[in-house]
T-cell receptor
Framework: KAGVTQTPRYLIKTRGQQVTLSCSPISGHRSVSWYQQTPGQGLQFLFEYFSETQRNKGNFPGRFSGRQFSNSRSEMNVSTLELGDSALYLC????????????FGNGTRLTVT | AQKVTQAQTEISVVEKEDVTLDCVYETRDTTYYLFWYKQPPSGELVFLIRRNSFDEQNEISGRYSWNFQKSTSSFNFTITASQVVDSAVYFCALSEAGGFKTIFGAGTRLFVKA
């Protein structure tokens, strides 16, 4: 069974630009969650999608958005990038997002210069 | 509000020592789930164990064991006879029924020296 796939693995962007990250969940998993990991703040929850609906959102500004497609694939978008957005963005899929464990992808390392 | 505290930032042990990673959580829910994940140097987070709030049985899996105590809101993780391959960052996490999100502790970095 293929794991969670995130693309791209690395990105370098300039302040003010926007970026789109992609996540393909494990087959059969309909819940996709996104996390931001930084040395200072640790793992912070961004949002969770299930059947194309956002069910929960973390405490991030509106520049961070996401969506989920009918095949459960998900994208997250960050607009007007800031230096502080540099982080490892992790996508996780699960059966339920609550009682089921999260299966993480390798992440996308975003560097904003 | 949910909160997970891993007070130990870094632990360093010598191979074959036993080590316990502490996790204390806060939640108002009566139904919740606790998890441990491992993040090796390669970066990918790997699920280790799940516990629900109604199951206080301790669990042992090989060299790993977990002690869940609702009375102290703790879910501690012990590695027996540690090995160099155990070197990683370990995260404790909590999710509430119907919350649709998992909250992670800050993580404990474990160094196991040969």
């Amino acid at each position: 069974k293929a794991g969670v796939t995130q693309t791209p693995r690395y990105l370098i962007k300039t302040r003010g630009q926007q970026v789109t990250l992609s996540c393909s969940p494990i087959s059969g998993h309909r819940s996709v969650s996104w996390y931001q990991q930084t040395p200072g703040q640790g793992l912070q929850f961004l949002f969770e999608y299930f059947s194309e609906t956002q069910r929960n959102k973390g405490n991030f500004p509106g520049r961070f958005s996401g969506r989920q497609f009918s095949n459960s694939r998900s994208e997250m978008n960050v607009s007007t990038l800031e230096l502080g957005d540099s982080a490892l963005y992790l996508c996780a899929s699960s059966l339920s997002a609550t009682e089921s464990p999260l299966h993480f992808g390798n992440g996308t390392r975003l560097t904003v210069t | 509000a949910q909160k997970v505290t891993q007070a130990q930032t870094e632990i360093s042990v010598v191979e074959k020592e036993d080590v316990t990673l502490d996790c204390v959580y806060e939640t108002r829910d009566t139904t919740y789930y606790l998890f441990w994940y491992k993040q090796p140097p390669s970066g990918e987070l790997v699920f280790l164990i799940r516990r629900n709030s109604f199951d206080e049985q301790n669990e042992i899996s090989g060299r790993y064991s977990w002690n869940f105590q609702k009375s102290t809101s703790s879910f501690n993780f012990t590695i027996t006879a540690s090995q160099v391959v155990d070197s990683a960052v370990y995260f404790c996490a909590l999710s509430e029924a119907g919350g649709f999100k998992t909250i992670f502790g800050a993580g404990t970095r474990l160094f196991v020296k040969a």
